[in-house]
């Protein structure tokens, strides 16, 4: 079993910045894939950042360029700076791992940007 913790969530103004962290713990013998996902009210959960577990790092289209992901596999923890925050960024963020042959979800924090 593999158990997430998310935080860092909260209020901020649009063009404000947050970061948000995530720690691993339980089975995990090898690399994985970390990341981060986000579900906005009456929408599909969506991908935001993953590092895969051969170090690559994808971004969704809507968030590059303003949001940076970093982790340390061997650490088990990663986090993802915000910057340049948009109210469409609103959303409940939730930290990702697949760590085969299983994904496990964090239980997510709350980013609302609102002025």
């Known amino acids: 079993q593999v158990q997430l913790v998310d935080s860092g969530g909260g209020l901020v103004q649009p063009g404000g910045s947050l970061r948000l962290a995530c720690a691993a713990s339980g089975s995990i013998f090898s690399t994985y894939s970390m990341g981060w996902y986000r579900q906005a009210p009456g929408k599909q959960r969506e991908m935001v950042a993953m590092?895969?577990?051969?170090?690559?790092?994808n971004y969704a289209e809507s968030v590059k360029g303003r949001f940076i992901i970093s982790g340390d596999n061997a650490k088990n923890t990663w986090s993802l700076q915000m910057n340049y925050l948009k109210p469409e960024d609103t959303a409940v963020y939730y930290c990702y791992a697949y760590v085969t042959p299983f994904g496990y979800w964090g239980q997510g924090t709350q980013v609302t940007v609102s002025s």
């Open positions: 590092i895969t577990s051969d170090n690559r790092i």
